[in-house]
């Protein structure tokens, strides 16, 4: 079991940076893959970014690359997200999530209660 637990959103005008964090705590949580889902209001689930337990592997969606920038830390147990050059559509409850395996853009089995960042205009 991994407990997962997100940090850092805000309310930030548009061209502004915010960086989240996620914390993973249970026995293993060093050796599973960390990312970022968010959901918009009336919108679906959205890939943001994964990166390996090792942290030398990452993954991006579409409509965050080169903006944002995911990373680990050196106990690998949390996981970063620095969001730079936000824009208005960026503005959603951003989700934590582990799991196993090769890493990829479908989500692991464990999620974060979330964290709301908005954009203004």
């Known amino acids: 079991q991994v407990q997962l637990v997100e940090s850092g959103g805000g309310l930030v005008q548009a061209g502004g940076s915010l960086r989240l964090s996620c914390v993973a705590s249970?026995?293993?949580?060093?050796?599973?893959?960390m990312g970022w889902f968010r959901r918009a209001p009336g919108k679906e689930r959205e890939f943001v970014a994964a990166i390996s337990w090792s942290g030398r592997v990452t993954v991006y969606g579409d409509s965050v690359k080169g903006r944002f920038t995911i990373s680990r830390g050196d106990a690998k147990n949390t996981a970063y997200l620095q969001m730079n050059n936000l824009k208005p559509e960026d503005t959603a409850v951003y989700y934590c999530?582990?799991?196993?395996?090769?890493?990829?853009?479908?989500?692991?089995?464990?999620w974060g209660q979330g964290t709301q960042v908005t954009v203004s205009s």
């Open positions: 999530n582990s799991g196993t395996g090769v890493i990829s853009r479908r989500p692991g089995d464990y």
């Open positions: 249970g026995r293993t949580a060093t050796e599973y893959n």
